[in-house]
């Protein structure tokens, strides 16, 4: 039986979506955008000849009607389209569970306000359940801005530093050595389970180290606590059905640990993709290998870095033939994204654009899937590959994969 190798290039829009006045959007492009920056910036053109050879370019330029400068290939080896969001979000959970079947149609709570974003009830349950005095933030920030600013008061004082964004957020970051990985781990649970009634879809864990505003960082020790998807996605479906569901970065968080039957973390575009390379290597044929590149989004979409980002889509692109090479004859490999991150835009948010759809086997020819109305049929095709009955969302494209 095939296997199927996911990977989610975490904030890879490709050209903003109808709908995407309601987000103040409009002319984001993730893709397009920072390829034109990088040719602006550096006078040369962002090098893609593996992911243009299945199609990438082309599913941009199809989502956006326009061109940007880049060397590549055209299409020959990959189905290629485009596919738009139907959930009311344009956050990580929504943009996995609908390419997973299941689409947030329901409004997620937000913290609207962008000082003192949290209701002061919220914030006295907070510090009478975990025995602190008070929090740091409590306000809308981009997560490394944050520790430059509070990151010394924090260790001066031991107290957590809470923020939120425009998604469903409350983010805790705090220092793994002073206030120690297992206490924010604790922390967050805490908070997590005191937000039951908000709906509020993630508590995160944002550790760091350094010693001064000049050097604090982030570690890989980042951590997703998120409310269960609100419909079995076709992971559980295939897991159910005997299916081993592989999840390799932060999947398994992201699906609040339902449907995954094995996990591994890893930090960095390297080693989250040895680690996919790992498990295409040794997993058993009837197995899903899903992977989220978390570096694009976290590193690069929300640093407002375009150069870096161009970068690291080079870095991805250099060993796209190492999947290739570890396919077996059955296997089925899809790239696509989750929302956007265009570098290039104001603020350090999220924008609503389309995703790409990419499809592989080892013998395919090139295929146009055209304009995909949700995230779900990547979903629905899965669900078909796996044989499991179809999900209530999505169109599967899975026939035209092996169309001659
Ligand atoms: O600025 P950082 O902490 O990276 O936060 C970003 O990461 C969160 C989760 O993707 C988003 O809500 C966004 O605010
Ligand atoms: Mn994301
Ligand atoms: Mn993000």
């Not at 008070?134 to 924090?154: F, V, Y």
Request: aromatic share 10%; proline share 4%.
């Amino acid at each position: 039986m095939a296997r199927a190798i996911i990977i989610v290039i975490d904030s890879l829009g490709i050209g903003y979506s109808p709908d995407a006045v309601d987000f103040g959007d409009v002319g984001a492009n993730t893709f397009a955008n920072l390829a034109r920056a990088y040719y602006n910036e550096t006078g040369k053109e962002i090098f893609l000849p593996n992911l243009s050879a299945l199609g990438l370019i082309k599913a941009c330029e199809q989502a956006s009607e326009q061109k940007f400068p880049y060397q590549g290939q055209e299409p020959n080896k990959g189905a290629y389209g485009f596919a738009q969001e139907i959930s009311t979000g344009k956050d990580t959970p929504s943009g996995h569970w609908e390419m997973a079947g299941v689409p947030v149609l329901f409004d997620w709570g937000y913290f609207t306000d962008k000082k003192n974003s949290f209701p002061t009830s919220l914030i006295d349950d907070i510090n009478r359940e975990t025995g602190f005095d008070g929090m740091l933030g409590n306000c809308h920030a981009s997560g490394t801005e944050i520790l430059t600013r509070l990151g010394q008061e924090h260790i001066k004082t031991g107290l957590p530093i809470c923020y939120t964004s425009a998604d469903s957020v409350f983010q805790i970051a705090a220092h793994e050595e002073h206030f120690g990985l297992d206490n924010l781990y604790k922390y967050c649970e805490t908070v997590r389970e005191l937000l039951r009634d908000l709906n509020i879809g993630r508590v995160i864990a944002r550790p760091f180290v350094g010693d001064s505003a000049d050097n604090f960082s982030r570690t890989g020790n980042r951590r997703d606590y998120s409310v269960l998807p609100p419909a079995p996605t076709v992971l559980d479906k295939i897991s159910q059905a005997g299916t081993k569901v592989i999840s390799v970065g932060k999947i398994a968080d992201i699906f609040a640990h339902q449907g995954i039957d094995e996990k591994t973390k890893a930090t960095g575009l390297n080693a989250l993709f040895d680690a996919t390379l790992d498990h295409i290597n040794t997993a058993q044929d009837n197995s899903l290998i899903f992977t989220n590149l978390v570096n694009f989004d976290q590193d690069f979409g929300h640093r407002r870095d375009a150069i870096g980002y161009a970068r690291e889509l080079e870095a991805l692109d250099v060993r796209i033939p190492e999947l290739f090479h570890a396919m077996s004859a059955d296997d089925v490999l899809f790239l696509t994204a989750d929302h956007g991150c265009d570098p290039t835009w104001s603020g350090t948010e999220h924008t609503r654009e389309y995703v790409p759809i990419i499809a592989y086997h080892h013998q395919i020819d090139s295929v146009n899937l055209g304009n995909r109305k949700t995230f779900a049929d990547l979903g629905q095709s899965v669900a078909e590959l796996f044989n499991v009955e179809a999900m209530d969302y999505g169109t599967s494209f899975l026939s035209d994969l092996y169309r001659k």
